[in-house]
């Protein structure tokens, strides 16, 4: 039934083919076994080679001569013509293989030559690189062009592609120039050399000038090197000391959102914290810097050494004691608030206020006890004597004693015992003890309420004399930007930077920043208490509301030509011109804040020396205006410090040992 395709194949073809294949098959094992004993016989040669060498060494040479003869014997030989012929192919294959290796080693001696005639070309032209780059350098030394930091090919990129939305080109500006500009209002040091100049990064290609298309970084105009930026964030970094070697800086700009803080990174040991014997939770100093720890999370109160004035105000030592006096305080506000506009009113000359700096009146605001009246008392004497107008002061008494004092003065004075609550009457000791910490919340509060009775503040300590009347300054349309102005302490700790602002004489513009300034200063009396110091909280607001809320405050740098000097230029020599100036020429400041002096009676005897105190050495016979002397009571106490007339016989003031001021 199959189709002719499907039938069955003939079987007599597959027998036929099947007996020729097993005659090849013979044939082809028959050939494969003579091979095989030939292998056999080959390997036996070789190995009796071996046995007999004189040296393995030999044997194992890379040039390896085979037998003579290779193959079996010839009584076992199928064909020694055979084995002959593979003789002469295996010796033939050795020469070639040796003739390869030889070029190779020919043309590698010729590549090695190759190299070291192009390390003697770099070499050569990176000296040429290096005389070019010192006449370069010397050309700019020559034309006072300053020198960049390296130098490149405009051609190339500045920074890799990996950090292009972070930064694609620079430049340098005078730092003068710069913070001519750019006022920040912190009290910016002296230009020393290798700070001359501010480094400029632009962050966009928008943003770089047009002067850069002509390939100048260095040294440009510093309002042509911003006149295409529409933001500029400005860093205060300071100054490497190459005294201070072991410290060792990096900054880093990492891409990602704005973070309006500077975070610190250093190498110090974890410190725990503790409390010490006034209560005050301190991180505890440990060890300095050192480059074998890790790197970890510190606060702006470190200094670069690692060192560090950190408190963190404890509940029951400061805390709560302070909720106390900020609760009877608050809760008094409106009623207090009112008295202070009342007597304001009542007893202050105020001026048309259209013809008042923004429709405001300034208040001249002072804060005294009794401890520290004797040196309120000289204030109104001197001030008296150069024919000041004093109609614009207010002082906030804290007893009935300081109060009478004010009244005997002609001084309007304002008392609320509820202020205040109890108060010490003696004054501080030393600064920073506990009398000084309560003066502090006294001096924030005070502020608190002129501010709040709708007029400008200006504060200041009772140991600042006037020589002129400072608010003619201070109100000057110039200075109209400014939210806030102070005196250059002259301390660059770490906790005072980068305002160094002195809490003992400031102007206050009242608006709702500065309002608001004290409003929240006013509830850190916990840590004013803690760090012994009004300035260091003051000063921390300060930093925290120029980033936070845009406030202006302006701080008048230290220095023979300082509107407002202080203790820093009466205790240093360098500013001593200020006071020859005084003495020898008649040419005064607007004021003189006696700052930086440890205690009252060291005050007393600084002004007596300088021939500023205008009362006896004693007062129990006198009272008010009556004390105030036609002539400074002069007297000498320290010969290395300023003084009205040379004290030659004075001895050294303790603790200092600096140059005598009239030699």
Known sequence: MYSQRH?????????????????????????SLIILVGVLAYIAGVITGIL???????????????????????????SSLGWKKFNETVEKNRQIKEQQQQNQHKDFEQLVRQLKQQQNQSQALEQQVEQLHRQVQNLRKASNVPTPYKTGNNDLPL????????VVDYATVSRDDFNQILDIGVPYDLTTKGGEEVLLLYTTPGAVPAVHHKGNRFGLNATKAIENCNVVKVILQKRHDHRRKHVKQCIALVPNWDSFYVHNFQRLRKQESAINITGERLTVPGEPVNDNLPLRY????????????????????????FYKVLAGYLQNFDRV?????????????????????????????????????VLFHNFVCHSRKRGIDLSHIIMFATDKTALQLCRDLGIPAFYDESVYGKFPEHAAKLYGDATFAKMMIAKVICVHLILYSNYNVLFQDVDVLWFKNPLEFLQSPELEEWDMIFQDDGSRQTRFRPYSANSGFYFVR????????????????????SDHSHQSALVSFLNEFASWKGLRAKVYRNGPDNPFPGGVEFHRHTSWDLFRRMINNNSYPYIFHMSWTENMDDKIKHYQQLGMWYLPNSTDSCTGLDCC??????????????SMRPCPDAPVAAGFKGKKFWS
């Open 337 to 373: 608030l009112g008295k202070v506009q009342t007597f304001i009113k009542a007893n202050i000359k105020i001026k048309d206020e259209t013809t008042t700096m923004n429709k405001k009146q300034t208040l001249v605001v002072m804060t005294v006890n009794k401890g520290q009246s």
């Open 7 to 31: 039938a069955a194949p003939p079987t007599s073809g597959i027998v036929e083919r099947s007996s020729s294949q097993q005659k090849i098959s013979r044939n082809r094992v028959d050939r």
């Open 629 to 642: 002397l036609e002539e400074p009571n002069f007297l000498c106490h320290y010969g290395d410090k300023p």
């Open 52 to 78: 007999s060498s004189q040296s393995i060494s030999a044997t194992l040479s890379v040039q390896w001569d085979p037998p003579a003869q290779l193959g079996p014997p010839a009584s076992q030989s199928a």
């Open 298 to 321: 510190t606060s702006r109160n470190h200094d670069d050494d690692g060192k560090t004035f950190e408190t963190v105000p404890r509940g029951d030592w400061y805390t709560r004691p």
């Open 159 to 166: 920074f890799p592609q990996t950090v292009k939305q972070l």
């Open 510 to 529: 009242n608006n709702d920043i500065t309002r608001f300034f004290f409003s929240t200063l006013l509830r850190m009396g916990d840590v004013m208490t």
